[in-house]
């Protein structure tokens, strides 16, 4: 576990002084949450009305998750150029463990997040969103939404290992963008059709969005939903355990494997 940590501790440095960089993908990753928030939430925050919210406190933090999501992006996109390029090639003959280098990628991915999550919030409180709940509330949403993000781009890892293309890699990248459209991170999901509704409640997007809504005291949970989004704090840590469950010994193993 030490050697982990140690080795870790080196691939996190790594990652970081790769963003550092690269500052344009980082003003671009930065700046287009923000973006978005400024656009859904004064182009549609008159149009959509919000039962019990105002929209851009509905907004706020489901862009959030949506961005939190955008692990999978990030990470698979990360990974298939480093395997591309035969970066991963030379970081598999050192002697490091196994799972150090995609850790220290998630590790640092969740920390480009946290800082990003800082201006996102003073523009959402400059455009009138307020945490209502309590301290601990907000902290918990918070801590939360960086579970979420670990758990999306241990995900995102695993599926840039497995195309090894990062053009490939972006293309399917891409795709993921459908992922919030498709929950209640945009919009509630009780007013879509039966078996679209179903999609979007079974989506983790949707109960990662419930949970930072009710944490940070925007909107109440919504009744008579899919369980996970009616009990979302458990919702969202059952969804992360299984995230984390099914892709870190995946990616790690994938890693490890090589081309193979």
Known sequence: MSTLAHDGTAMLARQ???????????????????TMLLFFGYVFGSALAVPGAEYRSF????????TAAGGVMTGMFQAAQDTHRGVTDRLRTLPVSRAAVPLGQAAADVAVMAAGTVPFLLVGLAMGWRAEGSAAGAAGAVALLLLFRFACTWAGIFLGLLTRDEEAAGQLGGATFVLPLLSSAYIPAEGLPGRL?????WNPISAVATAVRDLFGNAPVPEGAAWPVAHPVAGSLAWCAVLLAVFVPAAVRRYARGIR
């Open 197 to 201: 509704r179903a999609v979007a409640e």
């Open 16 to 34: 970081l002084q790769r963003v550092r960089n690269n500052p344009g993908l980082l003003v671009l990753t930065q700046t287009m949450p923000v």
């Open 59 to 66: 907004l706020v933090p489901g862009l959030l998750v949506a």
